[in-house]
């Protein structure tokens, strides 16, 4: 048998997540400009990051200069990946309660998340707490799927991976 958490259950669970990402982007007061996220997973033991957006005004909304460039959204959660894979805890918790772990290029905002056992997932583009909030219904949507294949496998006296 193949390990459970394989790419395709990850990009299952971002499209789980896809409805409750546009309605936070929706929410009044979670985004600053764009109604829109980029970002990434990371599962323990994959030597990949899995990219995903969202975007709540849809895939032809016009792009305002004064946002920066999209470009950089990508590099802001690549970096938040990167924070929380290298600490296993949330970016707002590192920013919030251990601010000196930070390294030069690393940033002060929320939206990185990390689930032990399973990884780490990120956004940017909305404000700190909706990419986190976003970032955490990907790695919620991971886990229920990973139980969900676990449990078939039981079923079906698959012991062994």
């Not at 193949?2 to 546009?22: H, M, Q, W, Y």
């Not at 849809?58 to 305002?64: D, K, L, M, S």
């Not at 219904?137 to 496998?153: F, G």
């Amino acid at each position: 048998m193949a390990k459970i958490i394989i790419p395709e259950l990850v990009l299952e669970a971002i499209e789980l997540a896809r409805p409750t990402a546009i309605a936070i982007l929706r929410f009044e007061g979670a985004t600053w400009g764009p109604k829109m996220i980029v970002g990434f997973v990371n599962i323990l033991g994959m030597e990949m990051q899995i990219p995903y957006s969202f975007n709540a005004e849809g895939e032809n909304a016009e792009w305002n200069p004064e946002w920066k460039s999209p470009d950089a959204y990508v590099r802001i959660a690549s970096k938040k990946l990167g924070l929380v894979m290298k600490h296993e805890l949330n970016t707002s918790v590192i920013v919030a309660l251990f601010p000196g772990l930070l390294d030069e290029g690393e940033f002060l905002y929320a939206g990185g998340a990390y689930r032990t056992g399973i990884g780490g997932a990120s956004a940017s583009g909305a404000k700190g707490w909706a990419d986190e909030a976003i970032s955490e219904h990907v790695l919620i949507n991971i886990n229920m799927l990973t139980q969900l294949e676990k449990d078939r496998r039981i079923l079906a006296g698959h012991m062994e991976i």
